[in-house]
């Protein structure tokens, strides 16, 4: 089930896509099953499997667990070269570009690389942004990179773009998972603008309004966490934006 011809074409077709992150960190197996078989059910795009402090044995089993209850493509989402796992799908290789860390820039690939040569993953190398959205993050703290400042919308979309240049294939602009606020519009118009690529946006979008804004500003596929992690019934209400949307076109 190979995910980027999928995005990459929706993206052409100015079709949106919706993500669900499922953190095996925060999230207990009852309420993983519930929400696979809701996010199936309410026609989401994809999984997402992924958190900055996680064991190998976490990812796995929740990969096998949302796999159990919904035919969806799971990709990995890693904070680090450990978090591998045979049975998802594909793996948004992450570059932290709007960070000057080596570690995230290319020192956790190279310990990944030996592991990933075995396994039969969809490697989808992405350009990875962090954006200061008031809090500092998770991510931001793990990485020890400062992200980008919120108003600086310019910034965001040179370093997408360079990102472009490098030959990576999706643009990732994330306010870290539990931002206090979603990235701007404005920066997201910008961003897509001024890149080629695939824009996902992600942090924060904690409202069905928040994810119209972001699909509204150009986002081409928008990934939801937390607050599914807190209320999985909501998904219905994120999936309505996601088929009005799609409706559309
Ligand atoms: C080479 C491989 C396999 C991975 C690269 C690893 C890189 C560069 C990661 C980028 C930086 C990073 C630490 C990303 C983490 C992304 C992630 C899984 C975020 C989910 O949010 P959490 O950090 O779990 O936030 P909470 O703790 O608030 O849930
Ligand atoms: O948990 P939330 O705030 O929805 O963020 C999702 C994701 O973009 C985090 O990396
Ligand atoms: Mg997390």
Do not use: W
């Not at 972001?214 to 019934?233: I, K, M, N």
Request: proline residues 6%; neutral net charge.
């Amino acid at each position: 089930m190979n995910v980027y011809p999928q995005i990459l074409e929706a993206a052409l077709k100015g079709q949106k896509m919706l993500a669900v992150l499922i953190d095996p960190d925060r999230i207990d197996p009852k309420k993983t099953a519930l929400l696979a078989a809701q996010a199936a059910h309410y026609g989401i795009s994809f999984f997402m499997v992924g958190g900055s402090l996680l064991t190998e044995g976490e990812v796995s089993q929740t990969i096998k667990l949302i796999k159990s209850h919904a035919k969806l493509p799971v990709v990995l989402f890693p904070g680090n070269h450990s978090h591998l796992a045979p049975e998802a799908d594909s793996l948004f290789l992450l570059s932290l570009i709007s960070g000057r860390n080596p570690e995230y820039l290319i020192g956790q690939h190279v310990a990944a690389a030996p592991r990933l040569r075995k396994m039969d993953l969809e490697v989808i190398p992405t350009g990875y942004m962090l954006v200061l959205c008031d809090n500092l993050t998770t991510v931001a703290y793990v990485s020890q990179t400062l992200p980008i400042p919120y108003e600086k919308a310019e910034v965001a979309a040179n370093t997408a773009l360079a990102g472009e240049y490098l030959g990576m294939r999706l643009a990732y602009l994330d306010g870290g998972s539990g931002a206090a606020k979603p990235i701007s519009p404005r920066m997201i118009r910008t961003v897509k603008q001024s890149i080629n690529i695939p824009l996902i946006i992600g942090g924060g979008i904690r409202t069905p309004e928040a994810l119209h804004m972001a699909f509204a500003a150009g986002a081409d596929v928008v990934v939801v966490g937390t607050r599914l992690e807190e209320e999985p019934s909501l998904i219905s209400d994120f999936a309505a934006v996601l088929h009005q949307f799609n409706k559309k076109k």
